[in-house]
């Protein structure tokens, strides 16, 4: 074995030790799996950040009887809130950034910056606030020293190298291929996975073969003496016979076992289609309607959707003035447009229009592909930072559509893809979204292999979405605005 650091059990069987097997690797909050690195690295910047912004706010004003100790901690409180939300809006406690050194510390400078912004507007609107110039200043100077330090230390001696789950895969075919072929850091991060087991000789080998471990003995006994956390399942033929007693006497032993749609659900946030059987969508978790959750995501989508509205006004007239002049004063500013949403109800979505009048004179529905000609010089500015798309606050407003969801296609081509995968049309069991778990983790897509794609976190959402889930994905996706990723 190569650089895995495995021992073989002895003779005698060992005795479990208790670990907190909780902190390593992800776990479920809110249905959503998060990473307990970031988690950690979180509330250290979380706590740090407060430090700094009580420590200089605390002797930026006198506190008195007349009630100004309110407003002092209000002072101290903002700029944590602001830079932790800022922080969170870039991207930077998402388990798939892949971004350079540069890229990290450009971010960071952008999130305080963010967080400055956010801070002077509340003390524009509520200047009984003791947060003058100078102690944001220095508030802000203070809190970039400590993430850029913890950073730095996070970067070299956690991620990657603390608190993930050690991993057995018992398989060495063409599924268990599919865990030796995640290379990225992006999607290990959580994972150290030990190597792959084989149990039948005679199996076709598809994985490497420096990862395919030589146990002698039980199972049981190489977990416990490597201190495994999770054994995952990855046999090409679900009717081989697998060593139930040993895999019982792991469970029992603390030792998780697990399915590797499971695991690929965990680790990547997706339902793998092209390892998916009825099976585990019959018996898995989710899915499930829920009238309190329904009701709690239509009153964020109503309040929020209101309140963008009045927030974004200003650049929507600017936008649709733009649209007019280069239009030549004529033609119209809005492009309203057929899609399909929950249940598959038919409505009009409407966007500021970003294309010749004359897009489609063919009548045939066609994909957006790169440096689409048909795009005019205002519509590609604001296809880059998705000004296109504010009218769709009006569809979330009167019902058409969520905040988050699906992304809402065509009915032409809703037909097309669910003759491809039948599962395509299990997406509209939600309302479609103007931002979207798969927007979020895939470039956007202008083809049949992009959609099926996007299908797979889809699916994800369906069956785990919740308010928290929503309001992470509405987080990160400022990052996807300011940073123009998956523009077209």
Same mark, same amino acid.
């Given at each position: ?19 907190? #097997? ?50 002092? *901690? ?21 388990? &798939?950034? /892949? ?5 990290? =510390? ?23 606030? $003791? ?26 001696f956690v991620d990657g190298h603390m608190l993930r789950k050690r991993v057995i895969v018992i398989?060495? %075919?063409? /599924? ?7 290379? #990225? ?65 792991? &469970? ?8 590797? *749609? ?5 680790? &990547? ?16 978790k989710g899915f499930a309607p829920d009238a309190l959750r329904a009701f709690k995501k239509r ?10 509205? *009045? ?32 249940? %598959?109800?038919?409505? @009009?979505?409407?966007?500021? &229009?970003?294309?010749?009048? @004359? =897009? ?15 795009? $005019? ?5 604001? #296809? ?15 019902? @058409? ?21 039948? *599962? ?17 983790? !895939? ?13 797979? !976190? ?18 990160? $996706? ?11």
């Amino acid at each position: 074995m190569n650089d895995l650091n495995v021992r073989q059990a002895g003779s005698e069987r060992e005795v479990p030790k208790a670990r907190m #097997r909780f902190c390593h690797g992800k776990f479920r909050l809110f249905g959503h799996f998060v990473h307990a690195q970031f988690v950690l690295l979180a509330l250290i910047e979380f706590g740090l950040i407060s430090a700094v912004s009580y420590s200089v706010n605390a002797g930026s004003a006198a506190v008195d009887a007349s009630g100004s100790f309110l407003w002092l *901690l209000l002072s101290a409180v903002m700029p944590v809130a602001a830079f932790s939300f800022s922080l969170a809006a870039m991207g930077l406690y998402d388990t &798939r950034q /892949r971004q350079s050194f540069n890229g990290i =510390a450009s971010r960071i400078v952008v999130a305080i910056l963010f967080g400055m912004v956010l801070c002077a507007c509340v003390g524009f609107i509520f200047p009984q606030t $003791t947060l003058t110039a100078g102690s944001l200043g220095l508030t802000s100077l203070g809190s970039l020293a400590v993430v850029a330090i913890v950073r730095g230390l996070f970067y070299a001696f956690v991620d990657g190298h603390m608190l993930r789950k050690r991993v057995i895969v018992i398989g060495v %075919g063409q /599924r268990a291929s599919s865990i030796d072929r995640l290379r #990225r850091k992006s999607d290990m991060r959580a994972v150290n996975l030990l190597g792959f087991v084989c149990l039948d000789e005679s199996t076709q080998r598809e994985v490497d073969q420096d990862r395919i471990l030589k146990i002698k003995g039980s199972i049981r006994d190489f977990a416990i003496a490597n201190r495994v956390d999770e054994i995952v399942i990855a046999l090409d033929d679900r009717r081989q016979k697998l060593p139930v007693e040993d895999l019982l006497d792991c &469970r029992m032993s603390g030792i998780d076992i697990v399915d590797m *749609l499971d695991f690929f659900e965990r680790e &990547r946030g997706i339902i793998l289609l092209s390892l998916l059987y009825p099976g585990w969508l019959v018996f898995a978790k989710g899915f499930a309607p829920d009238a309190l959750r329904a009701f709690k995501k239509r009153a964020l989508d109503w309040l929020v959707s209101f309140v963008l509205l *009045l927030v974004f006004a200003p650049f929507m007239l600017l936008t649709a003035l733009a649209i007019y002049i280069e239009s030549g004063f004529k033609g119209p500013i809005l492009y309203r447009q057929k899609r399909v949403g929950r249940h %598959g109800h038919v409505f @009009d979505v409407i966007k500021f &229009r970003s294309m010749r009048t @004359d =897009a489609e004179a063919s009548g045939k529905a066609q994909w957006a592909v790169d440096n689409d000609p048909r795009v $005019t010089r205002v519509g590609h500015f604001i #296809r880059k930072y998705r000004l296109d798309e504010l009218p769709q606050l009006w569809n979330v407003f009167v019902g @058409d559509m969520s905040l988050v969801g699906p992304r809402p296609e065509r009915p032409e081509f809703v037909e097309h893809l669910g003759e491809i995968n039948s *599962l395509y049309r299990e997406r509209h069991r939600l309302s479609p979204g103007v931002t979207g778990w798969a927007q979020l983790c !895939y470039p956007y897509g202008a083809s049949d292999e992009d959609s099926i794609q996007k299908l797979q !976190y889809d699916l994800y959402y369906v069956k785990n979405h919740s308010i928290f889930l929503d309001i992470y994905i509405l987080i990160q $996706t400022v990052e996807v605005v300011l940073f123009k990723k998956g523009s077209r």
